[in-house]
């Protein structure tokens, strides 16, 4: 059973998305929170597998529940789980530590996809955003495409020539998020693999 944990500040929301996972066999729910503050002191309890994250939320919003939530040690998938596919929030959620990135206004099927993608491994992105992505970064420069500073990092250690365990442990972060990073970086900057993204790293980023 995947355990799966819903956060999201409406509550018509939270109950659509109750009844969506009691559909699966092979899901489990085991918690939901209504805000970013109370996710946090959740996932601590529940230890869910996989948390579906809404980022427009009041006090403690969704990005900074997930960089809280995955910077301890065996902590759970984040799949952000919202309205907005504009480049920035993409950028940030990844860069915050989710795996994922999902809209509201997919398919039942897609969601229960995407957590199981993520919980085994996999950044299930949809296609919208995947999209606003790669037009991004048909710019040419970092400029552009607007990489953050934890993905310039990541493409650096490509450029390198390090795998992604050694690029994980040496920025302190989780595999799976270096494996997120760099499918952003890939889809945005316009290259399929890593040989591709270290040349354009080195015809792109200033040295550093």
Avoid: C
């Avoid at 490509?158 to 889809?187: C, D, M, P, W, Y």
């Amino acid at each position: 059973m995947i355990r799966v944990m819903i956060v999201d500040d409406h509550q018509v929301v939270r109950s659509g998305l109750e009844q969506l996972l009691a559909t699966a066999e092979d899901l489990d729910l085991v918690g939901s929170a209504a805000d970013g503050a109370a996710a946090i002191e959740l996932a601590a309890e529940v230890d869910p597998d996989v948390v579906l994250m809404d980022l427009s939320m009041p006090e403690v919003d969704g990005i900074e529940a997930t960089r809280r939530i995955t910077a301890v040690d065996d902590h759970p998938e984040v799949v952000v789980l919202t309205s907005f596919s504009d480049q920035q929030r993409i950028l940030d959620a990844l860069d915050a530590g989710a795996v994922g990135y999902v809209l509201k206004h997919a398919e039942p099927d897609e969601l229960l996809a995407a957590i199981r993608a993520a919980h085994a491994g996999g950044s299930p992105l949809d296609p919208k955003a995947a999209r606003v992505l790669l037009e991004r970064g048909r710019g040419g420069d970092r400029g552009a495409v607007a990489l953050s500073d934890r993905e310039v990092e990541v493409l650096r250690l490509v450029e390198s020539g390090l795998a992604n365990k050694l690029i994980a442990r040496r920025l302190g972060i989780a595999e799976r998020t270096v494996k997120a990073h760099l499918t952003s970086v890939f889809q945005r900057i316009g290259v399929t693999d890593r040989t591709q993204a270290a040349l354009w790293a080195r015809d792109h980023l200033p040295p550093g």
